[in-house]
């Protein structure tokens, strides 16, 4: 079992949808939660960051954890094709892999005008 | 300009050959990154350092070497290139490392291919 899982997709919704994208992990030491955005031919850039369990709301975008559920989640309102990238969910802690960010392999996104 | 810059962009080499990845940043961060990005895998980490002098290994390290003379400096280098490492490199770069690790800086990311 990988130590984090992303359903790849591809997810394609209508502009102005709101988008809910997930994984799920097994290490419940992770205690850091971050969600990048990577466009094609781009590297990753950070959009959210989350530390333990709760909700984080930047603009247009919330975060959310589940630590009981192992579970992070990113949701998208109003959703623009501007916000068509892959997303990926990334996650660190004591005792992880190398203790290093640990990266899922990414969900990638269509917003159809 | 400030940021990460990789070099070169793309590359096509052919199996047994040696291969060098530059890797600059202009911030002075303390932590550098090397991962590689392959359909399925995600990004998973080859090598990393803690600073100038200071590196270890990552979770697939094998037929990578990486040195660190300066801060701003983190080549990656194949020293015998072969078909499964084909796949696109990236560095990246934080200001701080374990624990938080919260933001990593990504350069525009190497394409290689062997041949």
């Known amino acids: 079992q990988k130590e984090v899982e992303q359903d790849p997709g591809p997810l394609s919704v209508p502009e102005g949808a709101i988008v809910s994208l997930n994984c799920t992990y097994s290490n419940s030491a992770f205690q850091y939660f971050m969600w990048y955005r990577q466009y094609s031919r781009k590297g990753p850039e950070l959009l959210m960051y989350?530390?333990?369990?709760g909700n984080k709301e930047d603009g247009r975008f919330t975060a959310q954890v589940d630590k009981s559920s192992k579970y992070i989640s990113l949701f998208i309102r109003d959703s623009q094709p501007s916000d068509s990238a892959t997303y990926l969910c990334?996650?660190?802690?004591?005792?992880?892999?190398?203790?290093?960010?640990?990266f899922g392999p990414g969900t990638s996104l269509s917003v159809i005008p | 300009d400030a940021g990460i810059t990789q070099s070169p962009r793309y590359k096509i080499t052919e199996t047994g050959r040696q291969v060098t990845l530059m890797c600059h940043q202009t911030?002075?961060?303390?932590?550098m990154f090397w991962y590689r990005q392959d359909l399925g895998h995600g990004l998973r980490l080859i090598y990393y350092s803690a600073a100038a002098d200071i590196t270890d290994k990552g979770e697939v390290p094998d037929g990578y070497v990486v040195s660190r003379s300066k801060t701003e400096n983190f080549p990656l280098t194949l020293e015998s290139a072969t078909r499964s490492q084909t796949s696109v490199y990236f560095c990246?770069?934080?200001?701080?490392?374990?624990?938080?690790?919260?933001?990593?800086?990504f350069g525009s990311g190497t394409q290689l291919s062997v041949l």
């Open positions: 911030w002075s961060h303390s932590y």
């Open positions: 990246a770069s934080s200001e701080r490392g374990f624990p938080t690790n919260e933001k990593l800086f």
């Open positions: 989350t530390y333990s369990s």
């Open positions: 990334a996650m660190s802690g004591r005792g992880t892999s190398y203790d290093k960010v640990i």
